[in-house]
Nanobody, 122 residues
Framework: QVQLVESGGGLIQAGGSLSLSCAAS????????MGWFRQAPGKEREFVAA????????YLADSVKGRFTISRDNAKNTVYLQMNSLKPEDTAIYYC???????????????WGRGTQVTVSS
């Protein structure tokens, strides 16, 4: 059974940093793109960041450029999201996803985690 398990979320003050991890099990994703999405209350799930299979290309939403970094460790079957200079508007449930047809297109991701809550207080 394929599982993606996110960790590292929590409550933090604005300006702080959090590091999210997503550990995959059940199969390897070292040949697949992976991504992070987020969903705030009352809003649609939106793209945050994505990375190609070998880490050669990364993509970030405009709202997080310069603050967030995505990386991966294929030996650990894990993808990371480093979040710096957090803002209250970053508050959301953050989801990890894997094996997309297109790393930028939410609907094409085949596997999803259950999410981890990130709350940024002002």
């Amino acid at each position: 059974q394929v599982q993606l398990v996110e960790s590292g979320g929590g409550l933090i003050q604005a300006g702080g940093s959090l590091s999210l991890s997503c550990a995959a099990s059940g199969r390897t994703f070292r040949r697949d793109g992976m991504g992070w999405f987020r969903q705030a209350p009352g809003k649609e799930r939106e793209f945050v960041a994505a990375i190609t299979w070998n880490g050669g290309l990364t993509y970030l939403a405009d709202s997080v450029k310069g603050r967030f970094t995505i990386s991966r460790d294929n030996a650990k079957n894990t993808v990371y999201l480093q979040m710096n200079s957090l803002k209250p508007e970053d508050t959301a449930i953050y989801y990890c996803a894997a094996d997309p047809l297109s790393v930028l297109t939410r609907a094409t991701y085949r596997y999803w985690g259950r999410g981890t809550q990130v709350t940024v207080s002002s």
